[in-house]
């Protein structure tokens, strides 16, 4: 009778403990959390005596394994000791002193981080076999310093993996990028927990990690192509040249041109052309308008010092080129899904996109100056358009630009069709500027705007995507610049080269708003504000690669070195900028 009364007690406390969520979270099955109020019974890993469980809080409240390629994980450490605090400092990884399946699959998808424009030493690629090695009791007798290594070390670089592949390894803040990725951050240990611990396929959880998008995934593919290209390669130089080689000239590395065409992609699988000839003609100069445009050159198929350079750059390079801009893929908004409009600043180029993300308008774009007006990179909405508008002169144009001129020539301003006006946008002189006038001006207490119209500097219709930046898209009256193959001549806003069709598309949702009517509003007496029934999300960004949709590699100059500076933090390693 005692004995029985003692069981139940004991089973009492037993289930009090548990409810009370002694025994720390349990583990639902891959892919799905528990409900929030079911009970969650305990599942530990490879229990550790005292000293080594010591040892791995010590390495944990230090945040720092010297046995990483990257000790320093003071970034992480809350994480790891979450993660460890949720197992009572037992190892998840390791169960009878060997790895379980899931380890062995996380550190499989580890070592191919390249395939991924990641790098697999960052995740401890060369170091896992003899990490592996040790926990093989048929070879070695694995002691708990090993495991309590093996699996600190596969949780930090899991959580490193998960979240660079989600949201990159530098935070785009650190470059004064208007781009937030807190957002977009996971609990890693949660999500190792619910994810990927008991999961049958780590890899096609971890797959879900990336961005959806499919430029990325195109980015993704095209790099599969080049690290395969990268390995076939000699990386011999075209011979140098001493003038431009146009069509029908004789130039000694047309046979090396021609493979160069085929692999990448810039001639037919069977072009009429000898392989061994020296004469540069037919397809060959098809093949080289072709590269050039890839380029953002202008495609006149002559082989200029510029050709040559191009063609000449280390496939390494543009590897390296389109793991910078998968970095940046990381970085974009959750709404970039949802039908926005997309400016590419070192491409010159804009689109935008349907329901289905299927482009369906795009054209060229002039971007800000690269020395002093960089056109910021930052996402927002698209609220309202306005016909007919008024350029208000930012204070730093009018002091370098403006008041020099007005200086000299009181009637500089109502020669170009130019006012003045106060804070209330009310005007204060249209004509002469007088002395008083000119002081004010300077001193920032009264604003120089262009009267709408043709001449106007923002053309005839703006949109607007209220940002910190005082940046928007606009008409322009100087066509010109959209001939150019380097289009950055602006203050800092982006130029249209069609904003009619692109009213036409933003105000699809606007009922009436065709052609017709977007021509007779741009071309009234009168200036109108449209707002949008549907806003937009607008996001400028800056790739040096793009892959369109046939499957072509684009690659363009790192006009504004945000690709050098980028490079130079992911040098130094972890811990990066958060």
């Not at 997309?342 to 491409?347: D, S, T």
């Not at 910021?376 to 698209?382: A, E, L, V």
């Not at 209330?424 to 008083?436: I, Y």
């Given at each position: 009778?005692?004995?029985?009364?003692?069981?139940?007690?004991?089973?009492?406390?037993?289930?009090?403990?548990?409810?009370?969520?002694?025994y720390?979270?349990?583990?639902?099955?891959?892919?799905?959390?528990?409900?929030?109020?079911?009970?969650?019974?305990?599942?530990?890993?490879?229990?550790?005596?005292?000293?080594?469980?010591?040892?791995?809080?010590?390495?944990?409240?230090?945040g720092?394994?010297?046995?990483?390629?990257?000790?320093?994980?003071?970034?992480?450490?809350?994480?790891?000791?979450?993660?460890?605090?949720?197992?009572?400092?037992?190892?998840?990884?390791?169960?009878?002193?060997?790895?379980?399946?899931?380890?062995?699959?996380?550190?499989?998808?580890?070592?191919?981080?390249?395939?991924?424009?990641?790098?697999?030493?960052?995740?401890?690629?060369?170091?896992?076999?003899?990490?592996?090695?040790?926990?093989?009791?048929?070879?070695?007798?694995?002691?708990?310093?090993?495991?309590?290594?093996?699996?600190?070390?596969?949780?930090?670089?899991?959580?490193?993996?998960?979240?660079?592949l989600?949201?990159?390894?530098?935070?785009?803040?650190?470059?004064?990028?208007?781009?937030?990725?807190?957002?977009?951050?996971?609990?890693?240990?949660?999500?190792?927990?619910?994810?990927?611990?008991?999961?049958?396929?780590?890899?096609?959880?971890?797959?879900?990690?990336?961005?959806?998008?499919?430029?990325y995934?195109?980015?993704?593919?095209?790099?599969?192509?080049?690290?395969?290209?990268?390995?076939?390669?000699?990386?011999?130089?075209?011979?140098?040249?001493?003038?431009?080689?146009?069509?029908?000239?004789?130039?000694?590395?047309?046979?090396?041109?021609?493979?160069?065409?085929?692999?990448?992609?810039?001639?037919?699988?069977?072009?009429?052309?000898p392989?061994?000839?020296?004469?540069?003609?037919?397809?060959?100069?098809?093949?080289?308008?072709?590269?050039?445009?890839r380029?953002?050159?202008?495609?006149?198929?002559?082989?200029?010092?510029?050709?040559?350079?191009?063609?000449?750059?280390?496939?390494?390079?543009?590897?390296?080129?389109?793991?910078?801009?998968?970095?940046?893929?990381?970085?974009?908004?959750?709404?970039?899904?949802h039908?926005?409009?997309?400016?590419?600043?070192?491409?010159?180029?804009?689109?935008?996109?349907?329901?289905?993300?299927?482009?369906?308008?795009q054209?060229?774009?002039?971007?800000?100056?690269?020395?002093?007006?960089?056109?910021?990179?930052?996402?927002?909405?698209?609220?309202?358009?306005?016909?007919?508008?008024?350029?208000?002169?930012?204070?730093?144009?009018?002091?370098?630009?403006?008041?020099?001129?007005?200086?000299?020539?009181?009637?500089?301003?109502?020669?170009k069709?130019?006012?003045?006006?106060?804070s209330?946008?009310?005007?204060?002189?249209?004509?002469?500027?007088?002395?008083?006038v000119?002081?004010?001006?300077?001193?920032?207490?009264?604003?120089?705007?262009?009267?709408?119209?043709?001449?106007?500097?923002?053309?005839?219709?703006?949109?607007?995507?209220?940002?910190?930046?005082?940046?928007?898209?606009?008409?322009?009256?100087?066509?010109?610049?959209?001939?150019?193959?380097?289009?950055?001549?602006?203050?800092?806003?982006?130029?249209?080269?069609?904003?009619?069709?692109?009213?036409?598309?933003?105000?699809?949702?606007?009922?009436?708003?065709?052609?017709?009517?977007?021509?007779?509003?741009?071309?009234?007496?009168?200036?109108?504000?449209?707002?949008?029934?549907?806003?937009?999300?607008?996001?400028?960004?800056?790739?040096?690669v793009?892959?369109?949709?046939?499957?072509?590699?684009?690659?363009?100059?790192?006009?504004?070195?945000?690709?050098?500076?980028?490079?130079?933090?992911?040098?130094?390693?972890?811990?990066?900028?958060?």
């Open positions: 009778m005692k004995r029985s009364w003692i069981f139940k007690r004991r089973l009492a406390i037993l289930l009090i403990a548990i409810a009370a969520g002694l720390g979270p349990g583990i639902g099955s891959a892919g799905r959390k528990q409900p929030e109020n079911s009970v969650k019974f305990p599942v530990l890993g490879q229990e550790l005596s005292a000293d080594s469980q010591a040892t791995l809080r010590a390495i944990v409240q230090a720092n394994l010297a046995d990483l390629r990257w000790p320093d994980f003071s970034d992480y450490k809350k994480h790891v000791q979450k993660f460890y605090e949720s197992y009572r400092y037992s190892l998840p990884w390791v169960k009878g002193m060997e790895p379980t399946p899931q380890a062995r699959q996380v550190i499989a998808v580890l070592r191919q981080a390249d395939q991924k424009g990641l790098s697999a030493e960052d995740y401890d690629g060369s170091h896992w076999p003899s990490r592996l090695a040790k926990l093989e009791s048929s070879v070695a007798k694995p002691t708990e310093a090993d495991a309590v290594n093996f699996d600190l070390a596969l949780t930090v670089n899991a959580m490193r993996y998960i979240s660079d989600h949201i990159g390894k530098v935070n785009p803040k650190h470059f004064d990028f208007g781009l937030d990725v807190e957002e977009k951050k996971y609990d890693l240990p949660e999500f190792l927990k619910d994810n990927v611990l008991n999961a049958s396929d780590v890899s096609e959880v971890l797959q879900q990690v990336e961005p959806p998008y499919p430029g995934k195109r980015t993704i593919q095209a790099l599969q192509r080049y690290l395969e290209l990268a390995k076939k390669s000699d990386n011999t130089l075209l011979p140098a040249i001493q003038k431009t080689i146009s069509p029908g000239d004789s130039y000694p590395g047309v046979p090396q041109l021609f493979q160069l065409l085929r692999q990448m992609g810039d001639l037919p699988a069977d072009p009429n052309v392989a061994d000839g020296t004469i540069y003609q037919g397809a060959m100069v098809d093949g080289v308008k072709n590269f050039q445009r380029l953002g050159r202008t495609p006149d198929g002559r082989i200029t010092a510029q050709t040559l350079a191009d063609m000449n750059v280390p496939l390494a390079n543009r590897i390296r080129q389109m793991q910078l801009t998968l970095e940046r893929w990381r970085w974009l908004p959750l709404s970039y899904q039908s926005p409009v997309i400016a590419n600043i070192p491409e010159f180029h804009l689109r935008a996109y349907d329901e289905n993300f299927k482009i369906a308008l054209m060229n774009v002039v971007v800000g100056k690269a020395f002093g007006h960089d056109t910021p990179i930052f996402s927002d909405t698209m609220e309202y358009a306005v016909f007919r508008p008024y350029w208000s002169v930012p204070y730093s144009i009018s002091k370098a630009e403006f008041l020099p001129k007005l200086t000299r020539d009181p009637d500089y301003l109502a020669k069709g130019f006012e003045v006006v106060d209330r946008q009310e005007v204060v002189a249209s004509g002469s500027v007088s002395t008083e000119l002081e004010q001006l300077r001193a920032g207490k009264l604003f120089i705007r262009q009267t709408p119209g043709p001449k106007n500097s923002l053309g005839l219709v703006k949109f607007i995507f209220p940002n910190n930046y005082n940046i928007y898209f606009h008409d322009t009256p100087e066509q010109e610049f959209f001939a150019k193959s380097r289009r950055d001549f602006s203050h800092g806003c982006i130029r249209l080269e069609r904003p009619a069709d692109l009213a036409v598309w933003v105000l699809r949702n606007n009922p009436g708003w065709n052609m017709d009517r977007v021509q007779a509003a741009m071309h009234s007496s009168a200036t109108q504000q449209v707002n949008l029934t549907h806003p937009i999300p607008v996001l400028i960004l800056y790739a040096t793009i892959v369109t949709e046939d499957g072509a590699v684009h690659f363009y100059d790192d006009i504004y070195g945000h690709d050098a500076a980028l490079e130079k933090v992911l040098e130094k390693g972890y811990p990066y900028p958060g």
